[in-house]
């Protein structure tokens, strides 16, 4: 079974520009979650899809920060436009489980972003 | 205050000895408890999760929690090199029907030959 996988694994960008990140999460979960840490702090929640649904969107910092889940099935994450703060590594994960204790959330490897 | 609160390390332990790595929560409702296993570079990695008062072990790893001191511990015995990782602790809040993880910082541990 394939975990979850992000892409790029790497973006480099200047401020004022866009960017956009990938999610695909484990197959048949319709949960998917989206994490930024930036340097030197925790992970930090951003966002939680169960399906094409946006659950709880209390973690994004901005109206910059727009995500979507068509479909139920893979995520982006734009960025528009880019300051310097974004930087960071974005991570995605998925759980089968919406609600419970049993919550068992897989990351994926993230995707490093510059802002310069 | 932090809402999960580690000792960043690093924690250098010898090969074969046991790491205790530590995590505090101020979260009293909190409910579930995971660890994470991080290399440089690589994403978050689930060690094991625990939501009762008590030991729970898998291998050579064992969660220990403490709801009352609000308090949950990993220990790895027989550690090896390549245990050398962050580990991060993350509690789960429910809150309004759905779940997020709150993380900690991490903690930066070191096993030497």
């Known amino acids: 079974e394939a975990g979850v996988t992000q892409f790029p694994s790497h973006s480099v960008i200047e401020k004022g520009q866009t960017v956009t990140l990938r999610c695909d999460p484990i197959?048949?979960?319709?949960?998917l979650y989206w994490y930024r840490r930036v340097m030197g702090k925790e992970i930090k929640f951003l966002l939680h899809f169960v399906k094409e649904s946006k659950q709880d969107e209390s973690g994004m910092p901005n109206n910059r920060f727009l995500a979507e889940r068509t479909g139920g099935t893979y995520s982006t994450l734009k960025v528009q436009p880019a300051e310097l703060e974004d930087s960071g590594v974005y991570f995605c994960?998925?759980?089968?489980?919406?609600?419970?204790?049993?919550?068992?959330?897989?990351f994926g490897p993230g995707t490093r972003l510059t802002v310069l | 205050q932090k809402e999960v609160e580690q000792n960043s390390g690093p924690l250098s332990v010898p090969e074969g000895a046991i790491a205790s790595l530590n995590c505090t929560y101020s979260d009293r409702g909190s409910q579930s408890f995971f660890w994470y296993r991080q290399y440089s570079g690589k994403s978050p990695e689930l060690i094991m999760f625990?939501?009762?008062?008590g030991d729970k072990e898998d291998g050579r790893f064992t969660a220990q929690l403490n709801k009352a001191s609000q308090y949950v511990s990993l220990l790895i015995r027989d550690s090896q090199p390549s245990d050398s990782a962050t580990y991060l602790c993350a509690v789960n809040l429910f809150s309004g029907g759905y779940n997020k993880l709150i993380f900690g910082a991490g903690t930066r541990l070191a096993v030497h030959p």
């Open positions: 625990i939501y009762s008062n």
């Open positions: 994960a998925s759980s089968s489980r919406t609600s419970g204790i049993y919550n068992e959330q897989f």
């Open positions: 197959s048949g979960h319709d949960n």
